[in-house]
């Protein structure tokens, strides 16, 4: 596209030196292992992006990663953000770190896909909110990756033809193989449930406005102390019954399920899939062993429509900061659940 058309489209003056005609520059900060993979992505498979800069706290992860992809590394975060040749971040590090950075990114009017959670607490993702809002545009995408889900969308598309009827509850069942180490009861909340709560909302187009966090008797597969499985059971504002059964342990593979089920029929997405086999061991297929197998798909069009939507100057195309500051509120309310075994409602207060 020209830069010289006076269009909608057109770059806005914080972005003024951006040009359409050449791929937008990512700089990817924090190259653990969700940031290396989507660095891998930027730099081999998204249309239209070019990766730049990789930036990490550990210093020779930072190198290693920029000289795999030959790009530059850039050991200060910020310096990365603020840097001329970078047109737009994607945030990997640890969630503590977010709220500084996007604040920075903000600040600076570049474009931002940071990873989950938005940050660690209700109060610093709402100071977000009101920041993208006193600057009048977006900027800032989460990455909440089920969203660009083939079944997800789905699923939603069959909610929104109100063919089924009313929705009335969604079953949701969340299963990890195993967890990091200092993988805490809280965080089966905070890191995982969190996807659950945004799948609630964007599957039913309502808020959570109540939540509760029960933990049954824990698996002997959990490290000592861990709260693992939990259950949890949200409400929308209209009624809608959701629940979680989250577990960790599992031991031997990943699996996220929904069903939904409304008044004239159900759904359900997440059954095992692909290649079933048959030999003198029975009939079986395989099950995806983490996260970036079960969701390789979804954070690929993530990605690709990401940079879309920066190069067309929409900057965000998927959950935005205020889906980031839902689903931070609900959460804190599922720790608080957690510890007190109590209901615990949800009050967003007005959106800006
Ligand atoms: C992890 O951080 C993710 O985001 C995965 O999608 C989730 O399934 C896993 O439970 C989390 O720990």
């Known amino acids: 596209m020209s830069t010289s058309t006076t269009t909608a489209l057109e ?32 730099a081999t498979l998204t249309a239209g992006a070019e990766l730049v800069a990789v930036s990490d706290v550990d210093a020779a992860r930072t190198d290693a ?28 590090t640890p969630g503590f770190t977010h709220e500084d950075l996007v604040l920075v990114a903000l600040e600076a009017g570049k474009p931002v896909l940071c990873e989950k959670p938005l940050t660690t607490s209700p ?106 499985p939990q259950f949890v059971i949200m409400e929308t504002e209209s009624g809608i019954l959701v629940d979680v059964e989250i577990f960790v342990n599992t031991t031997f593979g990943y699996e996220v399920r929904t069903e939904l089920v409304a008044e004239k029929g159900q759904a359900r997405i997440g059954l095992p899939e692909g290649m079933v086999t048959q030999s ?5 297929g395989s099950i995806p062993k983490d996260f970036k197998e079960r969701f390789g798909a979804a954070y690929d069009v993530e990605f690709q429509r990401w940079i879309d939507a920066v190069r067309s100057g929409a900057n965000v195309d998927g959950p935005g900061v205020w889906d980031g500051y839902a689903a931070a509120a609900v959460c804190a309310a599922g720790v608080e659940s957690l510890r007190t075994g109590e209901r615990v409602e949800i009050d967003l207060g007005v959106k800006p």
């Open 123 to 228: 109060e610093t993702s709402r100071r977000i909110v009101e920041a993208e809002a006193a600057l009048g545009r977006p900027l800032v995408q989460v990455g909440f990756m089920r969203r660009f889900d083939a079944g997800y969308q789905q699923l939603r598309g069959l909610v929104e033809s109100g063919e089924y009827g009313r929705t009335l509850f969604l079953h949701c069942a969340h299963r990890n193989a195993t967890t990091p180490p200092n993988f805490s009861s809280e965080m089966l909340v905070l890191d995982s449930v969190v996807h659950e709560v945004d799948i609630a909302r964007y599957l039913t187009g309502e808020e959570i406005v109540a939540i509760r966090v029960i933990a049954p008797r824990s698996t002997s597969a959990a490290p000592e102390g861990l709260r693992d």
């Open 65 to 92: 990663v920029a000289a795999e992809f030959g790009v530059r590394a850039i050991h200060d975060p910020k310096a990365a953000i603020l840097d001329p040749e970078v047109d737009a971040i994607v945030i990997a």
């Open 11 to 42: 770059p806005d003056s914080a972005r003024a030196g951006y040009d359409r005609d050449r791929a937008v520059r990512v700089a990817v900060l924090g190259v653990g292992m969700m940031g290396q993979d989507h660095a891998r992505r930027l």
């Open 280 to 284: 003198g061991q029975g009939w079986g």
